[in-house]
């Protein structure tokens, strides 16, 4: 089972960015989608994006043109580059194998405890 530990977050402001990093273990990335999701305190989970073992990517409306993912399979690790923050953005971040359902987004099979970002105004 892969096993995931986020890093990355912080404090920045508005219109800052931020690189989070998701490290892997216990299993080889290769055999994974994978992606990312946020919550912030009071709020449902969101989905962000997630990444197919082929690198095609679903992004959330709310981050597409700002957020990248990536992934680097030979590192075992995956990046999520954050543009243009806003106050809206803030939440903990978990990364996590996941599958894109048509028409509902990503959606992830587990998840690591997070890294925080918090974007000031």
């Known amino acids: 089972q892969l096993q995931v530990a986020e890093s990355g977050g912080g404090l920045v402001q508005y219109g800052g960015s931020l690189t989070l990093s998701c490290a892997t273990s216990?299993?080889?990335?290769?055999?994974?989608?994978i992606g990312w999701f946020r919550q912030a305190p009071g709020k449902e989970r969101e989905w962000v994006v997630c990444?197919?073992?082929?690198?095609?990517?679903a992004y959330a409306d709310s981050v597409k043109g700002r957020f990248t993912m990536s992934r680097d399979n030979a590192d075992y690790t995956v990046y999520l580059q954050m543009n243009k923050l806003e106050p809206g953005d803030t939440a903990v971040y978990h990364c996590?194998?996941?599958?894109?359902?048509?028409?509902?987004?990503?959606?992830?099979?587990?998840w690591g405890q997070g890294t925080q970002v918090t974007v000031s105004s």
């Open positions: 996590g194998p996941s599958y894109y359902g048509l028409g509902s987004g990503c959606h992830y099979d587990s």
């Open positions: 216990g299993s080889t990335l290769d055999y994974y989608a």
């Open positions: 990444i197919n073992r082929d690198g095609s990517t």
